[in-house]
């Protein structure tokens, strides 16, 4: 185990349900004791055995989100990214999966020298070095580590007992928080404290007594309350912090700052503030205006990972549902999205009407062929009636399709993904991808990551990042098939964008004088957007949207 320089190390866990909202909490945390002036970095432990998040299912794990070092991690990883303004990296992130599989190649290796491996201490050994590799990657001084599940779990027993092992090493610079739910039954009337009672019981059994508890609720914790876990869990009244439920989640860090969280958590790491700094202020002001916005901008996003159950989630989209509205925020507007479900729009019945009510079509990336020619019917139909419209990896390869389908006259245009036997692949498989499908090679395979590309004078996209040449993140296999590339342009579509070498389209868009917006991009720029520096490309979009919408 190497030991890092001296630095703090914070652990996020969660108790009595998911979804309490550890992320956003993890987030806030390292948001500000970054705005105490302190170099902060952030890190997700998911428990599943999966090595990366990339081969699960959206709509059961949520989205899928790309580093700039080309690493499929979780959502939350974006939140992080977002709240702290940086970019992280993959050694920011880490499942059970990937911590076993680097313990048993070093064990393959003979890296532990002969010694019986054992699940305690090696596997706690390796996530600790993996936390100070991060840190040492981020320069970071203090690091926030949210930990996946639920205290009490099977899952995630060693990560708790890695966090144990660090404390007693090093006790004043290891601090815990839970963040908890306290359920208000609707018969009872009563806000009950007793399961996060149970589950601090449950971290205690696991060798660890919580600094804080951030008790999330519908409303307000009262004083009785905070007393009450206070007494019961073995902490001081002022580190109950109080997390009632709220409209926006831009609030949550200055909620916790109402409470004093960052010069509490600084004062029992027994450091000191450097002072408030200008990003506090850009952030408060951010999250006014974002309360404040109220005139809507409405934009329909067309998607298939919606539906689980009997319940429709968005989390699939988060980042992009994140940066459209960081661009309207921008534009003193309210981003209204519709989630509008791709197969809805397949047939001669189609509602493609009620698509003229949106000020901005958005269709976001995907996989596989379901709700395929319902996602080319909406594109045409965007077209066609100038309503602006954004496609972002899938969503470009498709306006590619629709565009060669309808526009050059090649009724089977498709991608290869869709039917490998048409006649005209528009869309085909990237160099390298094949053999990784044919080999079984799935898991991390695709174009990963952070790549340029260089952008054509005066089109939207280059006059939108007032830039020749830009960095984004990408995830897909597929591609603009180069043999098309002449045909298309020629028929008015522009390649506005290009890998440097010339040979892979990034971008695609439409003249202003024929279409007020009509944009794709192959790559993800909503894992760029930040909510004090919306993206340029969403930006504009947004922009075209809000002019749709005066003109109706
Ligand atoms: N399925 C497409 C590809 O692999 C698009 C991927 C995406 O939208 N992220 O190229």
Same mark, same amino acid.
């Given at each position: 185990?190497?030991?890092?320089?001296?630095?703090?190390?914070?652990?996020? %866990?969660?108790?009595?349900?998911?979804?309490?909202?550890?992320?956003?909490?993890?987030?806030?945390?390292?948001?500000?004791?970054?705005?105490?002036?302190?170099?902060?970095?952030?890190?997700?432990?998911?428990?599943?055995?999966?090595?990366?998040?990339?081969?699960?299912?959206?709509?059961?794990?949520?989205?899928?989100?790309?580093?700039?070092?080309?690493?499929?991690?979780?959502?939350?990883?974006?939140?992080?990214?977002?709240?702290?303004?940086?970019?992280?990296?993959?050694?920011?992130?880490?499942?059970?999966?990937?911590?076993?599989?680097?313990?048993?190649?070093?064990?393959?290796?003979?890296?532990?020298?002969?010694?019986?491996?054992?699940?305690?201490?090696?596997?706690?050994?390796?996530?600790?070095?993996?936390?100070?590799?991060?840190?040492?990657?981020?320069?970071?001084?203090?690091?926030?580590?949210?930990?996946?599940?639920?205290?009490?779990?099977?899952?995630?027993?060693?990560?708790?007992?890695?966090?144990?092992?660090?404390?007693?090493?090093?006790?004043?610079?290891?601090?815990?928080?839970?963040?908890?739910?306290?359920?208000?039954?609707?018969?009872?009337?009563?806000?009950?404290?007793?399961?996060?009672?149970?589950?601090?019981?449950?971290?205690?059994?696991?060798?660890?007594?919580?600094?804080?508890?951030?008790?999330?609720?519908?409303?307000?914790?009262?004083?009785?309350?905070?007393?009450?876990?206070?007494?019961?869990?073995?902490?001081?009244?002022?580190?109950?912090?109080?997390?009632?439920?709220?409209?926006?989640?831009?609030?949550?860090?200055?909620?916790?700052?109402?409470?004093?969280?960052?010069?509490?958590?600084?004062?029992?790491?027994?450091?000191?503030?450097?002072?408030?700094?200008?990003?506090?202020?850009?952030?408060?002001?951010?999250? !006014?205006?974002?309360? !404040?916005?109220?005139?809507?901008?409405?934009?329909?996003?067309?998607?298939?990972?919606?539906?689980?159950?009997?319940?429709?989630?968005?989390?699939?989209?988060?980042?992009?549902?994140?940066?459209?509205?960081?661009?309207?925020?921008?534009?003193?507007?309210?981003?209204?999205?519709?989630?509008?479900?791709?197969?809805?729009?397949?047939?001669?019945?189609?509602?493609?009407?009620?698509?003229?009510?949106?000020?901005?079509?958005?269709?976001?990336?995907?996989?596989?062929?379901?709700?395929?020619?319902?996602?080319?019917?909406?594109?045409?139909?965007?077209?066609?009636?100038?309503?602006?419209?954004?496609?972002?990896?899938?969503?470009?390869?498709?306006?590619?399709?629709?565009?060669?389908?309808?526009?050059?006259?090649?009724?089977?245009?498709?991608? !290869?993904?869709?039917?490998?036997?048409?006649?005209?692949?528009?869309?085909?498989?990237?160099?390298?991808?094949?053999?990784?499908?044919?080999?079984?090679?799935?898991?991390?395979?695709?174009?990963?990551?952070?790549?340029?590309?260089?952008?054509?004078?005066?089109?939207?996209?280059?006059?939108?990042?007032?830039?020749?040449?830009?960095?984004?993140?990408?995830?897909?296999?597929?591609?603009?098939?180069?043999?098309?590339?002449?045909?298309?342009?020629?028929?008015?579509?522009?390649?506005?964008?290009?890998?440097?070498?010339?040979?892979?389209?990034?971008?695609?868009?439409?003249?202003?004088? %024929?279409?007020?917006?009509?944009?794709?991009?192959?790559?993800?720029?909503?894992?760029?957007?930040?909510?004090?520096?919306?993206?340029?490309?969403?930006?504009?979009?947004?922009?075209?949207?809000?002019?749709?919408?005066?003109?109706?």
């Amino acid at each position: 185990m190497t030991k890092g320089k001296t630095r703090k190390y914070i652990f996020v %866990v969660g108790g009595v349900i998911s979804g309490v909202g550890k992320g956003v909490t993890t987030s806030s945390i390292g948001l500000l004791l970054q705005s105490h002036g302190y170099r902060v970095t952030a890190m997700k432990i998911d428990p599943y055995v999966n090595v990366d998040a990339g081969t699960m299912n959206p709509t059961e794990h949520g989205e899928v989100f790309v580093t700039k070092d080309g690493d499929e991690t979780d959502q939350d990883m974006g939140n992080y990214e977002r709240f702290l303004g940086t970019s992280l990296s993959r050694d920011n992130y880490m499942t059970t999966g990937r911590v076993y599989q680097s313990v048993i190649q070093k064990e393959r290796a003979l890296a532990y020298k002969g010694k019986c491996v054992q699940v305690v201490p090696h596997i706690p050994y390796e996530v600790i070095d993996r936390i100070n590799s991060a840190c040492n990657k981020a320069n970071a001084e203090i690091v926030v580590i949210e930990v996946g599940g639920t205290v009490g779990e099977y899952e995630n027993i060693l990560f708790l007992e890695t966090a144990r092992m660090l404390k007693i090493k090093n006790p004043v610079d290891v601090l815990f928080a839970i963040v908890s739910y306290l359920p208000t039954p609707s018969k009872v009337g009563e806000m009950k404290t007793k399961p996060t009672q149970h589950a601090v019981r449950a971290l205690n059994s696991a060798g660890i007594q919580p600094d804080f508890i951030i008790a999330r609720s519908d409303v307000a914790l009262d004083a009785k309350r905070k007393e009450k876990l206070a007494l019961f869990c073995n902490v001081i009244p002022e580190s109950v912090i109080s997390a009632p439920d709220v409209d926006s989640i831009y609030d949550i860090p200055g909620n916790f700052e109402k409470d004093k969280l960052g010069e509490k958590i600084l004062k029992r790491l027994k450091l000191k503030t450097r002072g408030k700094n200008a990003k506090w202020k850009e952030w408060e002001a951010f999250a !006014r205006k974002a309360d !404040r916005v109220k005139d809507e901008v409405r934009i329909g996003v067309v998607g298939k990972y919606f539906d689980t159950g009997d319940f429709v989630l968005s989390d699939s989209y988060l980042s992009i549902i994140e940066a459209i509205k960081y661009s309207a925020i921008a534009q003193g507007k309210k981003a209204k999205l519709v989630w509008l479900t791709a197969s809805t729009f397949e047939g001669k019945k189609a509602p493609l009407t009620e698509l003229i009510g949106f000020d901005g079509i958005l269709v976001p990336g995907g996989f596989g062929s379901r709700g395929i020619e319902g996602i080319l019917n909406v594109i045409r139909f965007a077209r066609e009636h100038k309503i602006p419209y954004f496609g972002i990896c899938y969503g470009m390869q498709l306006a590619v399709i629709e565009y060669a389908r309808n526009v050059l006259g090649l009724k089977d245009a498709t991608s !290869r993904e869709i039917d490998p036997k048409s006649k005209h692949l528009v869309i085909d498989i990237m160099e390298g991808q094949k053999e990784n499908i044919e080999k079984g090679n799935l898991g991390g395979s695709m174009r990963l990551g952070a790549y340029p590309a260089v952008l054509k004078k005066g089109t939207i996209a280059q006059k939108a990042y007032g830039a020749d040449k830009v960095i984004e993140r990408h995830r897909h296999r597929f591609e603009v098939n180069p043999e098309y590339i002449n045909m298309i342009e020629a028929e008015g579509l522009v390649f506005s964008g290009k890998s440097p070498n010339g040979t892979l389209m990034e971008i695609a868009e439409l003249p202003t004088s %024929v279409h007020p917006f009509f944009l794709g991009t192959q790559f993800h720029p909503e894992f760029e957007a930040r909510p004090l520096a919306p993206h340029p490309i969403f930006s504009a979009f947004v922009k075209a949207a809000i002019t749709r919408g005066k003109s109706k």
